[in-house]
T-cell receptor, first 117, second 113 residues
């Protein structure tokens, strides 16, 4: 089944304790991205990657890191989490974004609910 | 600066009614306008999308209306069903820049039986 898999589904941590949220897609997509969803703020892009070893900042990159060593994986790293990073995080992938394709479509994972105490 | 303004924040409609969600934008370089649908506990999924060269696109009960001069676009859900209850996001991006898709804040739609 074609899917974007995020782990963990839920995570509670404390301020300053480094954590990684994993994201993997099995569709051989070149493009991957991370979003955070907050009530009343919608979806905001954190980082994106057009291909392996190519990453770029989105609208809210502060406090986050990403890496793209393999095509299928795009982990999100919080080196020193703070309470304002409590949010619902989504990973997404696509095989067409950035190419001007009429059928551009993002495939989203099921989300990771992060709470930083 | 909010690039795509979405309204209303929440919407309650009776079964069989028409649901209308509106979005407005300022960036005239925006060239692609998708709508995403999100059910509770799930990630968003593409519902329907439009480009500025057409004023309307219809897929089943879902229609996007686009007004380029007013820089507005809207989603119409005809014959709304309880199964349509979800959060809807409009989005936009520039030509060739869809890797930086920007989303509206979302509209929570509730369709009562």
């Amino acid at each position: 089944e074609a899917q974007v898999t995020q782990n963990p589904r839920y995570l509670i941590t404390v301020t300053g304790k480094k954590l990684t949220v994993t994201c993997s897609q099995n569709m051989n997509h070149e493009y991957m991205s991370w979003y955070r969803q907050d009530p009343g703020l919608g979806l905001r892009q954190i980082y994106y990657s057009m291909n392996v070893e190519v990453t770029d900042k989105g609208d809210v990159p502060e406090g986050y890191k990403v890496s793209r060593k393999e095509k299928r994986n795009f982990p999100l790293i919080l080196e020193s989490p703070s309470p304002n990073q409590t949010s619902l995080y989504f990973c997404a992938s696509s095989d067409t974004l950035g190419q001007g394709d009429w059928n551009e479509k993002l495939f989203f994972g099921s989300g990771t609910q992060l709470s930083v105490l | 600066q909010q690039q795509v303004k979405q309204s209303p924040q929440s919407l309650i409609v009776q079964k069989g009614g028409i649901s209308i969600i509106n979005c407005a934008y300022e960036n005239t370089a925006f060239d692609y306008f998708p709508w995403y649908q999100q059910f509770p506990g799930k990630g968003p999924a593409l519902l329907i999308a439009i480009r500025p060269d057409v004023s309307e696109k219809k897929e089943g009960r879902f229609t996007i209306s686009f007004n380029k001069s007013a820089k507005q676009f809207s989603l119409h859900i005809m014959d709304s069903q309880p199964g349509d209850s979800a959060t809807y996001f409009c989005a936009a991006c520039e030509e060739g820049g869809s890797e930086k898709l920007v989303f509206g804040k979302g509209t929570k739609l509730t369709v009562n039986p």
